[in-house]
T-cell receptor, first 115, second 115 residues
């Protein structure tokens, strides 16, 4: 079974530029998560999709971040314009279903550096 | 709101000894799941163990066991017979049954296994 795929693995941009990350979850997984992990901290949930609907985006900085999950499969996360404090690893995860149970499977992450 | 607290930023353990990593949580939901993940220096997030809030027995997975004390709202991870490969960051996480399983992570504990 293929795991969660993310691209790119690394990205370096200058502040005020835009960037997009792509995630392909495990086939059949209805729930998809985007996390931001700043160095030395735990992952912070940015947005959670159930199929192609958003179930939680309370911690997404909506003035600069956007995300979509077309057709309930792939997802993209965009930052426009980027700030220095957006430097972090962006993790995508998926699970078979939402709710309390079921482990999340994580992708390898995208390491973003904003100069 | 959900909260996970990991009070040990760093822990050391001698190879072959057991170690306990602390985790306390806060939620008003009655139905929730508790997870532990391992993140080696390579960055991938590896699922270790799961405990449901209604599970009466403590979860075990090989050398990992979860000491679940519901009244105290604690979910400590016990690693028996530590190995050098156990050196990593360990995260406690919670998902509640409302909000389609909103996920919250702690800030982690760095475990170093000494030879």
């Amino acid at each position: 079974e293929a795991g969660v795929a993310q691209s790119p693995r690394y990205k370096i941009i200058e502040k005020r530029q835009s960037v997009a990350f792509w995630c392909n979850p495990i086939s059949g997984h209805a729930t998809l998560y985007w996390y931001q992990q700043i160095l030395g901290q735990g992952p912070k949930l940015l947005i959670q999709f159930q199929n192609n609907g958003v179930v939680d985006d309370s911690q997404l900085p909506k003035d600069r971040f956007s995300a979509e999950r077309l057709k309930g499969v792939d997802s993209t996360l965009k930052i426009q314009p980027a700030k220095l404090e957006d430097s972090a690893v962006y993790l995508c995860a998926s699970s078979f279903f939402g709710g309390q149970g079921g482990e999340q499977f994580f992708g390898p992450g995208t390491r973003l550096t904003v100069l | 709101a959900q909260k996970i607290t990991q009070t040990q930023p760093g822990m050391f353990v001698q190879e072959k000894e057991a170690v306990t990593l602390d985790c306390t949580y806060d939620t008003s939901d009655q139905s929730y799941g508790l997870f532990w993940y391992k993140q080696p220096s390579s960055g991938e997030m590896i699922f270790l163990i799961y405990q449901g809030s209604y599970d009466e027995q403590n979860a075990t997975e090989g050398r990992y066991s979860l000491n679940f004390q519901k009244a105290r709202k604690s979910a400590n991870l016990v690693i028996s017979a530590s190995q050098l490969g156990d050196s990593a960051m360990y995260f406690c996480a919670m998902r509640v049954n409302t909000n389609a399983g909103k996920s919250t992570f702690g800030d982690g504990t760095t475990l170093t296994v000494k030879p």
